[in-house]
């Protein structure tokens, strides 16, 4: 399965052709991979090198998301937040950073932006991270997750399969949140951290792993299994009908 394609066809790629993501980095580079990774995924992409442009685009056009490089050419990344702010408040913020110590992160948050993304980067990480920032900022987020027979009610913080009603630890469900949220999407190991648990945590493949297996035991035991490990690569939430 191609990832950047399972990014595209994912029920959120609907929405996605009427939002708009700025990307500000004076690499071509990776403004060429970040706008082909936002354009498969189904979003309308622009590009600004500097924060000058970036502002004169901003002011020019709606854009909905800026993905921000912390280290532009002769200025620091984050001096764009509050600007961009000014344009619209409910714009999306994610910096992109070198820098993968827990410090930097929290600088990046407490900076203003809604999200980073540590390079290098994986295109399914980029996607997942837009599309997780859009919904907060422009209020897409759903009261109610599902696929295949799996619902989970974030209001009342229910879990079914089928008829059965599941009981869930509070790690196992922001799991299981994350991998409905990206179902169909391969997601690894360090993103499950990130997300789930939202810090640095030693040993980490052997807590993923944990919960994964009571995870998996809990929702896929006398049902058809939908979580499936990626060897090399993560895990995933997919019909088994879906691995071709």
């Known amino acids: 399965m191609n990832l950047i394609d399972a990014g595209a066809r994912s ?20 403004c060429d991979l970040l706008e082909s990774v936002l354009e498969l995924a189904g ?10 442009e970036a502002m004169t685009t901003a002011t020019r ?48 948050l407490r900076g203003g932006a809604d999200d980073y993304i540590t390079k290098p980067f994986h295109p ?14 422009k209020g897409e987020e759903p009261s109610e997750l ?18 059965r009603k599941l009981a869930l630890t509070p790690t196992e469900l922001r799991l299981l949140v994350f991998l409905l949220r990206n179902a169909e999407r391969v997601v690894s190991r360090s993103q499950i951290l990130d997300q789930v648990w939202q810090y640095e945590f ?12 009571n995870l998996r035991r809990k929702v896929d035991t006398g049902s058809e ?11 995933t939430l997919r019909r088994a009908d879906r691995d071709t």
């Not at 619902?151 to 399969?161: A, E, G, H, K, Q």
């Not at 299994?225 to 895990?235: C, D, E, K, N, Q």
Request: aromatic share 4%.
């Open 61 to 108: 056009h709606r854009i909905d998301l800026a993905l921000i490089d912390i280290g532009l050419a002769g200025v620091d990344g984050r001096v764009l937040l509050p600007h961009l702010r000014r344009q619209d408040p409910t714009t999306g913020l994610i910096l992109l950073t070198a820098r993968s110590d827990i410090e930097s992160k929290v600088d990046a």
């Open 124 to 137: 399914t990480e980029v996607i997942a991270r837009v599309d997780a920032v859009l919904r907060r900022t």
């Open 11 to 30: 029920p959120e790629a609907l929405s996605r052709e009427h939002r708009s993501v700025l990307v500000v980095d004076d690499d071509p580079g990776i």
């Open 146 to 163: 599902g696929y295949a027979d799996l619902t989970v009610d974030i209001d009342r913080l229910t879990v079914r399969r089928a008829q």
């Open 43 to 52: 979003y309308h992409a622009r590009r600004a090198s500097d924060a000058g």
């Open 225 to 235: 299994p939908l979580i499936h490990t990626v060897r090399g690569f993560g895990y």
């Open 202 to 213: 030693r040993g980490e493949g052997l807590i993923v792993e944990k919960v994964i297996s």
